[in-house]
Each structure stands twice: as structure tokens, then as C-alpha cells.
Nanobody
């Protein structure tokens, strides 16, 4: 499975950005797709995830501001980020999981999101 992320960039606090990630390859094994982020000096954390059936999970710090969605026909997952804060600044990584024991997660290349104050 290959993941190609796009979007990100520089935005002022309070602004919005969107990320997208297209999966290709053996996508039939994928159940959960999501976004992680890693800020300088911090551990990578889960931002949001969505299953094939549409069940979503969000880290508390983005609830009400970020929305994850998925187009299964296009094998694409989206992250709409509104009301961005400087603390959202990080490299964002697309992730895909088969949720099957023994199959490791897949990662896309990171895309930088910078929120200026």
C-alpha cells in the first residue's frame, strides 16, 4: 500500500487548511485510515482516524475544529482543519491500517502545516 498526501502549508491562526491522502496498491486490506502529527521535540500523535464504515476518532485537542472524511470509491481520506492554532503546527502523516494482526501500518510522506500567530 502506498499513500500520497497533499495539502498543508502556512496559514494564520484562525484559518483553515485541508489535507488529502490517496491510497494505492493492495488497498483492499485497509480498514482504518487516519492522520498523525509530530511537532518538533514531541512524539507523533494520532489526530483523527476513520474506518471503512465511517467510524471516526479524534484527539481531544482537535474535536470541534477538525473533520476527517473518507471517499472509499476514490481511496482517499481527507482532513479539514478549521480554527487552526499555533499549537497545530506539525508535520502531518497519513496512515493506513489493515487492523489485522501481523500486518504493519502504512505511512505516507509527511506534509508540513505551519500556523502563525
Amino acid at each position: 500500500v502506498q499513500l500520497q498526501a497533499s495539502g498543508g502549508g502556512l496559514v494564520q491562526a484562525g484559518g483553515s487548511l485541508g489535507l488529502s491522502c490517496v491510497a494505492s496498491g493492495s488497498i483492499f486490506i485497509i480498514n482504518t485510515m487516519g492522520w498523525y502529527r509530530q511537532a518538533p521535540g514531541k512524539q507523533r500523535e494520532l489526530v483523527a482516524s476513520i474506518t471503512t464504515s465511517g467510524r471516526t476518532t479524534y484527539v481531544d485537542s482537535v474535536k470541534g475544529r477538525f473533520t476527517i472524511s473518507r471517499d472509499n470509491a476514490k481511496n482517499t481520506v481527507y482532513l479539514q482543519m478549521n480554527s487552526l492554532k499555533p499549537e497545530d503546527t506539525a508535520v502531518y502523516y497519513c496512515n493506513a491500517n489493515a487492523d489485522i494482526l501481523g500486518i504493519p501500518p502504512y505511512w505516507g510522506q509527511g506534509t508540513l502545516v505551519t500556523v502563525s500567530s
